[in-house]
């Protein structure tokens, strides 16, 4: 990493302790000249992270024969309602001096409400699918994917923010060191100043959990896109995701975090309970869409398009063409064969009819000889 001054960068790594101790953040990327206006790492990196989130969503819902206007305005709408409802929720729990002091608009990674701006994008973009008339569970088997990979890139920005660090880990040998003013040296300061000299300018070395958490995004990522390939029914992949990220996240990355909760049920927190019980709640709705799609499984399969799917993607748009001429040729078929018999008919009677004036003529011929 690059040399930067103390506070505002990077300051690359130190040999030290148990190892190698690298100090990485950058909470301000840069300032507008003239405005004063500082663009922050962590908002700018979850911009780019929603954007990856939709153009996988996208991608992957035009595979799935889903409309991408609507798919794409679902996204946007829920994503939009998510962010701001995970600011202000943040908001209202501060006391009422400090949060007026914070701008609305101001998205760091530490002053956002996550699991409140989840809860409320999934239902904005259930409301919109609804009423458009798409599958909501089909949108949300595209989505969850896509929020895997821009979570990826979300972990970055927190690794630049230096939010969200792990517990101290002195003798690990690829442990962070976050320098003076990064939220990990602040709290040092405030729980551990024992153990930091007078004169430091960095923290302590801690595990580096953003970087586990865009390991385990990672991880969940690759099982929905297999859960993809093999799926049966509607759900399948978007509960896949979900017990997997909680599962992962529960057990492997909450042991590794500073801000872990206090243990309250054996070595497990509050969080890692509520994280079990909703993983293990999905796992029986995963288990009862399985048996109901095997009794009726072509109502679990809307990826194979219906009536919300573009017009040329819908069942039986392949053979529309050839089904049209087909029926043209049937219902022209007994027309011109009526009409043939007509003619041959109607050639046959003029045969019949002129012969027999033929003959007429003939036994009045004869009959004037004789005479």
Known sequence: ???????????????????????AVLPV????????????????????????????????????????????M?????????????????????????????????????????????????????????????????VFDVVAPGLMAGAMVERLGALAAGIGFGDVAPELPWAL???????????????????????????????PTQVYALLLAGVTLAVALAVRRRRRFSGQVLLATGITYLLLRTLV???????????????????????????????????????LAAVKPEAFRPWEGGRWSPPDQRPGAGRGAGAATADGAMAAGPGVGRGGASKAGGSRGGVSRGGAGKRKRKARGKGKKRR
């Open 177 to 207: 060191r976050f320098p003076v003013g990064s939220p990990a040296f602040v709290e040092h300061q405030r729980t551990l100043a024992e153990l930091l000299p007078p004169d430091a300018t960095q923290s302590l070395p801690v595990h």
């Open 1 to 23: 990493m690059r040399e930067a001054p103390r506070g505002d960068g990077a300051s690359g790594c130190s040999a030290g302790g148990g190892g190698r101790h690298c100090e």
């Open 74 to 138: 679902a996204f946007v709408l829920g994503v939009g309602t998510g962010v701001l409802a995970a600011r202000v929720v943040w908001l209202l729990q501060r006391p009422a001096a400090e949060a007026s002091a914070e701008p609305l608009w101001a998205l760091r990674g530490d002053q956002l409400a996550p699991f409140a701006g989840v809860l409320v994008a999934a239902m904005v973009m259930g409301i919109y699918a609804m009423r458009r008339r798409v599958p909501v569970v089909a």
């Open 29 to 72: 990327m840069f300032s507008v000249p003239g405005l004063g206006w500082e663009i922050h790492a962590y908002g700018s990196i979850l911009a780019l992270a929603l954007l990856v989130a939709w153009v996988v969503t996208l991608s992957l819902g035009r595979k799935d024969r889903l409309p991408p206007g609507r798919l794409g």
């Open 253 to 291: 990355e909450e042991w590794f975090r500073a801000d872990a909760g206090t243990p309250t049920m054996g070595p497990l927190n509050g969080g890692q309970l509520g994280g079990l019980v909703v993983a293990g709640s999905m796992g029986v709705v995963l288990w009862s869409r399985g048996r």
